[in-house]
């Protein structure tokens, strides 16, 4: 049986929850053991990918729930919510990790920092091909079901890695004699971490905000209702996005003698048609005006 959309979503997060425990416990004894300071932080910050992922689930659990007297036209927009938190989460990791490499640059004593052992550099090799692959896997569901929470969630994996990478630069320049490397890569590092949230916070802001589709797209929608016999034209196309989810209002026109009856099938055709061919549609409202063509 074919998994529904939150069924999707809620077995990548589950398991996407099991890997960051396991790479949490494992970057952090592989940071003790190899007395690197960079490598128990972002141990740290495999652990908010676990926060992250239970704020992903409340979210997917939310917008899937039915209409109810309150929410006549569903809870999609929870998920939306979801993908502003993860920014802000994302957000605030920047800022992190970018304002601890400024302390550790304008301080600029590196005489106190141990140097890390090799056991660290394996552990950040280690979290940046598990995170990637984390993201990767993520990304491709959060495609699959259009799911912005499930996609904000990918980032966060990305941002990890990148952290990672970061980690592991800092490690090697410290074995190696430059320990400013660590700072200097955790700048870089913050700037994509800030610029990955700014963009999710963006998406999810446009889809709160009732944004229309893209043209391309209504351009589709438009040419699947003049596909069908005894439409003379589109008056007017309007959507708007609720959530994930697509609202379209159309009008179309009609022979102006058509029968009651044959203007409503030719109305429930088109509604039928729309919402058939683009998953994303959750309601398609079709109006018929009579044409003023003699």
């Keep these: 049986m074919e998994r529904t959309n939150e069924q999707i979503a809620l077995k990548v997060s589950f398991?996407?929850?099991?890997?960051?425990?396991?790479?949490?416990?494992?970057?952090?004894?592989?940071?003790?053991?190899g007395h690197s300071a960079a490598m128990i932080s972002d141990s740290i910050h495999s652990l908010s990918d676990?926060?992250?992922?239970?704020?992903?689930?409340?979210?997917?659990?939310?917008?899937?729930?039915?209409?109810?007297?309150?929410?006549?036209?569903?809870?999609?927009?929870?998920?939306?919510?979801?993908?502003i938190i993860?920014?802000?989460?994302?957000?605030?990791?920047?800022?992190?990790?970018?304002?601890?490499?400024?302390e550790t640059i304008i301080a600029g004593d590196y005489s106190s920092i141990i140097i890390p052992g090799r056991v660290a550099l394996i552990a950040a090799i280690v979290?940046?091909?598990?995170?990637?692959?984390?993201?990767?896997?993520?990304?491709?569901?959060?495609?699959?079901?259009n799911s912005g929470?499930?996609?904000?969630?990918?980032?966060?994996?990305?941002?990890?890695?990148?952290?990672?990478?970061?980690?592991?630069?800092?490690?090697?320049?410290?074995?190696?004699?430059?320990?400013?490397m660590d700072s200097l890569a955790g700048l870089v590092i913050s700037f994509f971490i800030i610029k990955v949230s700014i963009d999710i916070f963006r998406d999810a802001?446009?889809?709160?905000?009732?944004?229309?589709?893209?043209?391309?797209?209504?351009?589709?929608?438009?040419?699947?209702?003049?596909?069908?016999?005894?439409?003379?034209?589109v008056d007017r196309l309007s959507?708007?996005?609720f959530g994930d989810k697509i609202y379209v209002d159309m009008e179309i026109s009609l022979e102006r003698h058509s029968l009651l009856y044959v203007s409503h099938g030719i109305a429930h055709a088109i509604h039928d048609a729309v919402e058939e061919k683009f998953v994303n549609v959750k309601h398609c409202m079709i109006h018929v005006n009579p044409s003023t063509e003699s």
């Design 127 to 145: 979290s940046v091909v598990v995170k990637e692959a984390m993201y990767w896997y993520t990304r491709a569901a959060a495609k699959k079901t």
């Design 239 to 241: 959507t708007r996005m």
């Design 205 to 233: 802001i446009s889809k709160m905000t009732d944004r229309a589709i893209d043209d391309d797209l209504e351009e589709e929608i438009r040419n699947v209702a003049l596909s069908h016999e005894g439409v003379i034209g």
């Design 15 to 33: 398991n996407t929850i099991i890997w960051n425990v396991v790479l949490f416990i494992f970057k952090l004894v592989a940071g003790i053991i």
């Design 86 to 102: 993860l920014a802000g989460i994302l957000l605030a990791t920047g800022f992190g990790i970018g304002k601890s490499g400024i």
């Design 50 to 83: 676990v926060l992250s992922t239970f704020v992903v689930i409340i979210g997917v659990k939310l917008s899937n729930k039915e209409a109810d007297n309150d929410h006549p036209y569903g809870h999609e927009r929870f998920e939306s919510v979801a993908a």
């Design 149 to 180: 929470a499930l996609m904000a969630d990918a980032w966060h994996h990305r941002s990890d890695a990148l952290s990672s990478i970061g980690s592991f630069f800092g490690i090697l320049g410290a074995r190696i004699g430059f320990p400013v």
